[in-house]
C-alpha cells in the first residue's frame, strides 16, 4: 500500500466500519471511537488511515467474527426469555397458592 495515495470515500468508510467492529469488541470506548471516526473524514492519504487503526489488531473476515453485535444481541434475548419465563411462573405460582 502506498500511504502518500489519496483517501477515498470507500476507504474511510471501510476505516469507519473497523473502528466500529473493534467498538464492538470491547477495544474502543465510545469517545475513541467518535475521536477516530472524526478523523478518518479528515484524513487525506491511505497513511493517515492506517494510522487510526494502526495500534489495533487484524480483523478476521470469518463469519462469525463479523457478527460480535448480532452475538450479544442473542444473549440478550435469551436473558429476557429466561427472565420473562420465570416471572410467568412466579405469577402463577402466587396466583395458586393465594
Same mark, same amino acid.
Given at each position: 500500500?502506498?500511504?502518500?495515495?489519496?483517501?477515498?470515500?470507500?476507504?474511510?468508510?471501510?476505516?469507519?466500519?473497523?473502528?466500529?467492529?473493534?467498538?464492538?469488541?470491547?477495544?474502543?470506548?465510545?469517545?475513541?471511537?467518535?475521536?477516530? @471516526?472524526? /478523523?478518518?473524514? &479528515?484524513?487525506?492519504? =491511505? %497513511?493517515?488511515?492506517? $494510522?487510526? +487503526? !494502526?495500534?489495533?489488531?487484524?480483523?478476521?473476515?470469518?463469519?462469525?467474527?463479523?457478527?460480535?453485535v448480532?452475538?450479544?444481541?442473542?444473549?440478550?434475548?435469551?436473558?429476557? @426469555?429466561? /427472565?420473562?419465563? &420465570?416471572?410467568?411462573? =412466579? %405469577?402463577?405460582?402466587l $396466583?395458586? +397458592? !393465594?
Open positions: 500500500m502506498d500511504v502518500e495515495l489519496r483517501a477515498s470515500d470507500d476507504d474511510r468508510n471501510r476505516v469507519v466500519a473497523e473502528l466500529h467492529r473493534h467498538t464492538a469488541a470491547g477495544r474502543l470506548t465510545l469517545d475513541e471511537f467518535s475521536d477516530r @471516526a472524526g /478523523a478518518v473524514w &479528515t484524513a487525506r492519504t =491511505l %497513511g493517515d488511515l492506517a $494510522a487510526l +487503526t !494502526r495500534d489495533l489488531p487484524a480483523l478476521s473476515d470469518k463469519p462469525g467474527d463479523r457478527d460480535t448480532g452475538h450479544g444481541h442473542r444473549e440478550l434475548l435469551m436473558l429476557f @426469555a429466561a /427472565a420473562a419465563l &420465570t416471572l410467568l411462573l =412466579l %405469577g402463577g405460582f $396466583a395458586i +397458592t !393465594r
